[in-house]
């Protein structure tokens, strides 16, 4: 997406792989289905019902066959925790569902083309505790078969999802580590001070 914004610069690398995304040798078509994305805002496609927005990506990328689409569909909101709650209503809009279901549906899409990598941008921060609940008990099951990169400000939610934590501060990696070493053994006195609410 960087590439599209007007004026946009970058500087350092992103390795996926061992290859930089940024590079010119590298096609960011193919990269994109590489990469599964879930945004902050829940964002299904408004004029796309529940399961056209899971199946949506994998008809972009030529799949035809109706019965692996609604296999991979069946499968998807499976893994996303959403199947049981839809399943009898896969025709409603996708925008119908309540802000937890919605969230849940975007990750049901980005799952669809097999990425490598899902990256989340504070996924739940829009949600109430209930569904965000819902949303990180999903991020530990998919954590299994999926690397999962996650963006949250929220500290306990970094404890509770994730094996690795890297603290960033005014766009610099500050540290990384361990979740348990960052959280509970700093080395970067920034890190220390951020952890221990001294600033925030």
Aim: proline share 4%.
């Amino acid at each position: 997406m960087h590439e599209l914004t007007k004026n946009a610069t970058l500087t350092g690398k992103v390795l996926l792989d061992g290859e930089d995304l940024y590079s010119n040798k590298v096609d960011p078509i193919i990269n994109r289905r590489k990469i599964g994305m879930v945004f902050q805002k829940p964002n299904p496609f408004p004029t796309m019902s529940i399961y056209d927005n899971v199946a949506c990506g994998l008809k972009l990328n030529g799949v035809k066959d109706k019965k692996i689409i609604n296999e991979v569909v069946e499968g998807c909101l499976k893994m996303a925790s959403l199947w049981d709650e839809v399943k009898g209503d896969l025709k409603k809009p996708g925008m119908s569902l309540s802000g937890g279901q919605q969230q849940r549906l975007c990750i049901a899409r980005a799952l669809a083309i097999q990425p490598e990598v899902l990256l989340m941008d504070e996924p739940a921060s829009a949600l109430d505790p209930i569904a965000t609940q819902k949303i990180e008990e999903m991020i530990q099951e998919l954590k299994k078969e999926y690397t999962i990169i996650i963006v949250t400000h929220n500290m306990q939610q970094a404890t509770r999802v994730s094996d690795y934590t890297g603290f960033m501060y005014l766009g610099d990696l500050v540290e990384f580590g361990e979740t348990k070493q960052i959280f509970e053994n700093p080395r970067n006195e920034i890190t220390a001070k951020y952890v221990q609410g001294q600033f925030g």
